[in-house]
């Protein structure tokens, strides 16, 4: 079945700097990967998704990018402020189900 | 447009008791899934329905969860009886169809199993 692994666990960035988060899935049939970000005592929330005929999806602060070949795949928020911080998990959908990552604790320092 | 509605948001019971969870989906979304996510980690798939037929429930402990969605709207999750290790976030999400569709997640329901 499909594994995804996601680092780093936690990241703390200055406000205004940039954040990457990766994440690696072993499917090679998983062709939708989205991104969610987890706000305490909220459930997951989309925030982009990226399908396996692109290779880079961009919306204003946010891009994911995509490498089938070697089956890894980055979140990058730019210009991070305060409301960026949260718990953010990457997911890979097979032709079966959608599996999580374990979570990505971002914390944005002003 | 509503989002996924969960109930209750918060439960406290003690092992062995049962207790039942509620999800209304997205209005129009066929498919409706339950997720457990526990402390520290992703959610964990549970049960997924399309309509009101089961699609995947290979990762239900059937011998103490079960669940519905009798008219293919609202469903039920429960669990009986209750262990320690239950304690977690029971997530809804719901999604227009089958294949690869974006999932959209309720609140959650918070259970402590003392």
């Known amino acids: 079945g499909e594994n995804v692994e996601q680092h780093p666990s936690t990241l703390s960035v200055q406000e205004g700097d940039s954040a990457v988060i990766k994440c690696t899935y072993s499917d090679s049939a998983s062709n939708y990967f989205p991104w969610y970000k987890q706000e305490l005592g909220k459930g997951p929330q989309l925030i982009i998704d990226i399908r396996s005929n692109v290779g880079e999806k961009k919306d204003q602060r946010i891009a994911v990018t995509l490498n089938k070949t070697a089956k890894h795949f980055s979140l990058h928020i730019t210009e991070t402020q305060p409301e960026d911080s949260a718990v953010y998990f990457c997911a890979a959908h097979n032709t079966d189900k959608l599996i999580f990552g374990t979570g990505t604790r971002l914390q944005v320092f002003p | 447009e509503a989002g996924v509605a969960q109930s209750p948001r918060y439960k406290i019971i003690e092992k062995r008791q049962s207790v039942a969870f509620w999800c209304n989906p997205i209005s129009g979304h066929a498919t409706l899934y339950w997720y457990q996510q526990i402390l520290g980690q992703g959610p964990k798939l549970l049960i997924q329905f399309q309509n009101n037929g089961v699609v995947d429930d290979s990762q239900l402990p059937k011998d103490r969860f079960s669940a519905e969605r009798l008219k293919g709207v609202d469903s039920t999750l429960k669990i009986q009886p209750a262990k320690l290790e239950d304690s977690a976030v029971y997530l809804c999400?719901?999604?227009?169809?089958?294949?690869?569709?974006?999932?959209?997640f309720g609140p959650g329901t918070r259970l402590l199993v003392l």
């Open positions: 999400a719901s999604s227009f169809g089958l294949v690869q569709e974006t999932q959209y």
